[in-house]
Structures are given as C-alpha cells and as structure tokens.
C-alpha cells in the first residue's frame, strides 16, 4: 500500500471514530436534558400538591371557625344606617 493511501486510510478512520463519538456525547446529553425535564417536572408536581394540601387544610380551618364564631359580610350590607357618610356633597 502507498505512503498517501495508509494515511487516507487513517484518516477516515479517526474521521468516523470521532462521528461516532460525538454523536454518542450528544445522544448522552439529550438523555440527561430529558432526565431533568422529567425531574423538573416532579417538583412541580409535589408543589403544587403540597399547596392544594395546604388550601385543603385552610379551608378546614376556614370551616371549623365560622362553626365557632358569628362573621358577618361587610359587602352585602356597607352602611346599616342608611345615612351617608361620605366627606363630598353635590
């Protein structure tokens, strides 16, 4: 074999050696990107479960007080009175 075709030889060698390298690397960096979608994924999944956890509770305690004390809205009725108070005249 000639000087110019060994080193045509070996240089499509490592040529295709690196290819396949690098496409390795990248198949192994688009598992581990996927890998953190997925774990990104499960914190928010237990965030929003801790916080619908913690809404239930707040409505229990919401419901268990009104049990034990009188609350009256202030929206349905603003001025009992039926007088103005308010500070302009027209």
């Known amino acids: 074999m000639s000087r110019a075709s060994k080193l045509t030889l070996a240089a499509t060698?490592?040529?295709?050696?690196?290819?396949?390298?690098?496409?390795?690397?990248?198949?192994?960096q688009d598992r581990a990107a996927m890998h953190r979608g997925v774990e990104r994924d499960m914190e928010k999944q237990r965030i929003r479960?801790?916080?619908?956890?913690?809404?239930?509770?707040?409505?229990?305690?919401?419901?268990?007080?009104?049990?034990?004390?009188t609350v009256h809205s202030t929206t349905d009725n603003a001025n009992p009175t039926g007088t103005n108070t308010s500070t302009g005249s027209l």
């Open 13 to 28: 060698g490592l040529g295709t050696a690196g290819i396949v390298c690098f496409v390795h690397w990248a198949q192994e």
């Open 49 to 69: 479960q801790e916080r619908q956890a913690e809404f239930e509770m707040q409505k229990r305690l919401e419901e268990e007080y009104l049990k034990l004390q």
